[in-house]
C-alpha cells in the first residue's frame, strides 16, 4: 500500500484499510465504488497476499470495483451464484446523523443500494468532510434515469421542488452513461427533510432507475479524521 501525504488521501486511506480489517475469511464481501472504497479493495488484496486473510469473495458494484479487484487479487462472484453477502464496504457522498446516505457521486448507486441493501453489515467509509446534518446541504441527488425518459423525468422533478441537471462527462463530450447504459440527473434540494419519502417517491417517476438517497441500510460508518495534526478514525 502507498503510504499518503496529501490529508485528505491519508483520511480516505486508513478507513480504507481499517474496513477491510473487519473482513473475516471465508466472507463474501460487497466492493463498493469510489476512490475510499478502492483503499479498502487494495487492503483486501494485500491481506490475501500475505495470507492474513483467506478464501474471500468479492461481489462488485460497479466496472471500477471489477478492475481493482482483479488487480488484487480477490476472485469475483454474482448475485446469481451466492445466497448472502457477509459485509459490503462503500462510500458516500454525504452521511447525516442518522447514518442515511446521498451516494452516486461516481454514478454507481444503483448497483451499490442492490449489494449494500443485500448485505448483513453495510459499513460506509468517509472522511469527515462528508458528514452533514442534513442531506442535501453539499450534495446534489444523483438519479439515475433511462436516457428516453430524462425530459418527463427532469419537469417530474421540477414539480417536486428539485431543481434537475443532467450530468455531462468530463474528457467525454456529452453525458455521462451509467455501467447500465442510462444517465444520471443530478437534483438540487433546498433541504432533504424526509429522506425515505422522497426516496420512494422519485423512484415512483416512470424512467427512474434508482436514486442516490440510501435510508436505513447503514449499520457502520467508519470516519477517517484529521486531529492535532494526527489521523483518527471515528465510528457510529
Ligand atoms: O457513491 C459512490 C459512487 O457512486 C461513491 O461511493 C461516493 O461517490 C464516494 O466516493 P469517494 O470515496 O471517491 O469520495
Same mark, same amino acid.
Given at each position: 500500500?502507498?503510504?499518503? +501525504? ?8 486508513? %478507513? ?11 466472507s463474501i464481501v460487497g ?11 487494495? &487492503?483486501?488484496?494485500? /491481506? ?11 461481489v462488485?458494484?460497479? =466496472? ?5 479487484? /482483479? ?9 446469481? $451464484?451466492?445466497?448472502h453477502i457477509d459485509v459490503a464496504i462503500d462510500?458516500?457522498? $454525504? %452521511? ?19 449489494v449494500d441493501s443485500l448485505a448483513n453489515q453495510f459499513i ?8 452533514? $446534518? ?9 438519479? $439515475? ?11 417530474? #422533478? ?19 452513461? +451509467? ?5 444520471? #440527473?443530478?437534483?438540487? =434540494? ?5 429522506? &425515505? ?16 438517497? =440510501?435510508?436505513?441500510v447503514?449499520d ?15 465510528? =457510529?
Amino acid at each position: 500500500m502507498s503510504v499518503e +501525504t496529501d490529508p485528505a488521501k491519508i483520511m480516505k486511506q486508513q %478507513v480504507g484499510v481499517a474496513a477491510a480489517a473487519r473482513v473475516q475469511s471465508g466472507s463474501i464481501v460487497g466492493l463498493g465504488t469510489g476512490s475510499t472504497t478502492a483503499y479498502a479493495i487494495q &487492503a483486501l488484496g494485500d /491481506r490475501l497476499k500475505s495470507g492474513d486473510l483467506k478464501d474471500i469473495k468479492g461481489v462488485p458494484t460497479s =466496472f471500477q470495483a471489477i478492475v481493482l479487484a /482483479r488487480r488484487y487479487g480477490i476472485p469475483l462472484v454474482t448475485l446469481d $451464484e451466492i445466497d448472502h453477502i457477509d459485509v459490503a464496504i462503500d462510500g458516500a457522498d $454525504e %452521511v447525516d446523523p442518522h447514518k442515511n446516505l446521498i451516494k452516486g457521486g461516481g454514478a454507481a448507486h444503483t448497483q451499490e443500494k442492490i449489494v449494500d441493501s443485500l448485505a448483513n453489515q453495510f459499513i460506509v467509509v468517509v472522511d469527515s468532510g462528508k458528514l452533514v $446534518e442534513h442531506l442535501g446541504s453539499t450534495f446534489l441527488l444523483p438519479v $439515475e434515469v433511462i436516457p428516453m425518459a430524462v425530459t418527463p423525468v427532469m419537469r417530474a #422533478i421540477v414539480k417536486l421542488g428539485g431543481k434537475p441537471e443532467l450530468r455531462m462527462g468530463i474528457k467525454k463530450a456529452g453525458p455521462v452513461v +451509467t455501467d447500465q447504459g442510462n444517465l444520471v #440527473i443530478d437534483v438540487k =434540494f433546498d433541504r432533504i427533510d424526509n429522506p &425515505a419519502d422522497l426516496e420512494k417517491t422519485l423512484n415512483n417517476i416512470p424512467g427512474v432507475l434508482e436514486n442516490g438517497l =440510501f435510508v436505513g441500510v447503514t449499520d457502520l460508518v467508519l470516519v477517517g479524521e484529521i486531529k492535532d495534526g494526527q489521523p483518527s478514525i471515528r465510528e =457510529f
